[in-house]
């Protein structure tokens, strides 16, 4: 192999965890797999990986190496792209995973419409709230919004979905309407938590600082469709893309709450695996994606996220009348 195969080699041991599971998806053996990464580290004169019966993990200088690694064959592949031609017909199946509501109510109701300009092409679409691993559930790729924690994969980004801050009036009429960051000690919010986990906050930005206030909660719900609901039923202050409930806003179901203090934006981004060869299906989805979601209203001008200090959690104060 030469270095830039044995590179990718590497990185694929490092995305799946396993020299069998790499020799899999490589359509290679595993002793291909052990051997490369041996004389891998023979070359470099340093181990990258610690080896058990059941599972690699990086070394320190494995960390530094792969994280280099994916940057060269990430400028490789977007090197090559610039002088491949491109195919006349797009075809085959593309395994797509994206949050409920963008599959629900964007990108379904808009497939016929791609479908119709390339027939030959097959779409597989899930729809989930929580995290999936793309290499153990074999999909291509995922729409995730949010910041990215996941270094091992190729990220497209795709734009900033501005956030609102809603309520329904019934839980105004209850609790009335907070207009300082001070009142928000009276106030409860829907907590959402894909996994159940974590406690209710107030996000917001000051002079480009993203902060976040502890707040009372009484619901917590693992998924955007259950998270709206609960915001239409009064169970509390909800911060949810402005798309997604602007038909809400419009019925008057949700009124706008202290405008003066959104949520930052949160990027939206296409995932996935680091591959030498992107697939042009899959490059035709996300240039479809972007463009559907900038004809819908969805995304923010503005700076991103990423360009946010780091978020400051505030101290939990003494809650009011809404902590029951």
């Known amino acids: ?25 490589l359509g290679v053996s595993r002793a291909t797999v052990s051997v490369s990464i041996q004389q891998l580290e023979d070359r470099l004169g340093v181990r990258l990986l610690h080896r058990t019966t059941r599972r690699v993990s990086l070394t320190s200088e494995g960390l530094l190496y792969h994280e280099k690694a994916r940057d060269v064959l990430a400028k490789l592949d977007a090197t090559e792209q610039l002088f491949r031609e491109a195919q006349p017909r797009v075809s085959g199946r593309l395994s797509i995973d994206a949050p409920t509501r963008i599959a629900r109510r964007v990108l379904i109701p808009a497939l016929p419409e ?32 949010g910041p990215l924690r996941d270094s091992s994969h190729i990220a497209r980004p795709l734009g900033l979905l501005a956030q609102s801050n809603c309520a329904s009036p019934r839980y105004l009429a209850r609790y009335g309407q907070p207009t300082t960051l001070e009142e928000l000690d009276d106030h409860l919010v829907v907590t959402y938590a894909p996994n159940l986990s974590g406690s ?16 009372r909660s009484a619901v917590a719900v693992d998924n955007a469709e259950t998270y709206v609901a609960a915001g239409l039923s009064g169970l509390g202050l909800i911060q949810i893309p402005a798309y997604d409930v602007r038909h809400h ?29 992107v697939p042009q299906r899959l490059q035709l ?23 946010l200090s780091p978020r400051r959690r505030e101290p939990a104060r003494q809650q009011g009348r809404a902590s029951r």
């Open 1 to 25: 192999m030469d270095r830039f195969a044995v590179m990718s080699v590497f990185v694929r041991v490092v995305e799946t965890g396993s020299f069998t599971k790499a020799a899999v998806s």
């Open 114 to 145: 791609l479908l119709a300009r390339h027939p030959d092409l097959e779409i597989h679409l899930g729809a989930s709230d929580r995290t999936i691993n793309l290499v153990e559930k074999g999909v291509d790729a995922v729409l995730r919004v």
């Open 200 to 215: 209710g906050t107030w996000d917001y930005v000051v002079d480009g600082e993203a902060r976040s206030r502890p707040m």
């Open 249 to 277: 806003f419009e019925s008057g179901a949700l009124v706008s709450v202290m405008p003066q203090h959104q949520a930052p934006a949160l990027p939206i981004s296409l995932v996935y695996p680091s591959r030498k060869q």
């Open 285 to 307: 989805f996300a240039t479809w994606a972007a463009a559907l979601f900038e004809r819908h209203g969805m995304l923010a001008s503005g700076p991103g996220i990423e360009r």
